[in-house]
């Protein structure tokens, strides 16, 4: 089946950093992307669609300043969260539609932790 | 209202117990239903999916659609502590869109040895 991967699983950063998190399409191509973010005990919210070879299209309350995407590859997708602060703290996940648009397969997530 | 409701638990139940978790949704128009399994600190897992009405069995896990009801159903056969975990249900007007996709809140299930 499709398998998503996601890289790092967790890191700690200081307030102020960039932090740079990968998502990998590793048996199949993604053409689309997917970016969640996701709070302790609530659902995922949908932050950005990424897009090979053109821009990201976010949500609406989205900074697309700090939360910056770039779909390089057809088989990695980056989001790097500029100048970190504690409140960017979560778990971020990542996604990609299998194929023929198969549902969406998850990464394992990536949990922040600005300090 | 929200789109979609998932009673959020938590849930607690003996190993070997039948287990229903529910959602309803307001939107008519979707098309395609899913239950992931989430383990705390990991990624969402499609556990199943259907297209429109019916009912799907893979093992112990059993997904029902009632369309005309706007209600979904996962049942899970002789549950096992590894089966504690958050589930979600999600929905979409088409298969593979993340815009399109609705998640419910998630249950949370423990299955106690």
């Known amino acids: 089946g499709a398998v998503v991967s996601q890289h790092p699983s967790w890191v700690i950063c200081k307030s102020g950093t960039s932090v740079k998190i990968e998502c990998r399409s590793l048996d199949f191509q993604a053409t689309t992307m997917f970016w969640y973010r996701q709070f302790p005990k609530q659902s995922l919210m949908l932050m950005a669609t990424s897009n090979e070879g053109s821009k990201a299209t976010y949500e609406q309350g989205v900074e697309k300043d700090k939360f910056l995407i770039n779909h390089a590859s057809l088989t990695l997708s980056t989001l790097t969260v500029t100048s970190a602060h504690p409140e960017d703290s979560s778990f971020y996940i990542c996604?990609?539609?299998?194929?023929?648009?198969?549902?969406?397969?998850f990464g394992n997530g990536t949990r922040l932790t600005v300090t | 209202q929200k789109e979609v409701e998932q009673d959020p638990g938590p849930l607690s139940v003996p190993e070997g117990a039948i287990v229903s978790l529910n959602c309803t949704y307001s939107?008519?128009?979707?098309?395609?239903f899913m239950w992931y399994r989430q383990y705390s600190r990991k990624g969402p897992e499609l556990l199943m999916y259907?297209?429109?009405?019916g009912n799907k069995e893979d093992g112990r896990f059993t997904a029902q659609v009632d369309k005309s009801s706007k209600y979904i159903s996962l049942f899970i056969r002789d549950s096992q502590p590894s089966d504690s975990a958050t589930y979600l249900c999600a929905m979409s007007l088409r298969s593979g869109s993340a815009r399109q996709l609705t998640f419910g809140s998630g249950t949370q299930l423990t299955v106690l040895p």
């Open positions: 939107n008519s128009a979707f098309q395609y």
């Open positions: 259907t297209y429109s009405s």
């Open positions: 996604s990609a539609p299998g194929q023929n648009n198969s549902p969406l397969h």
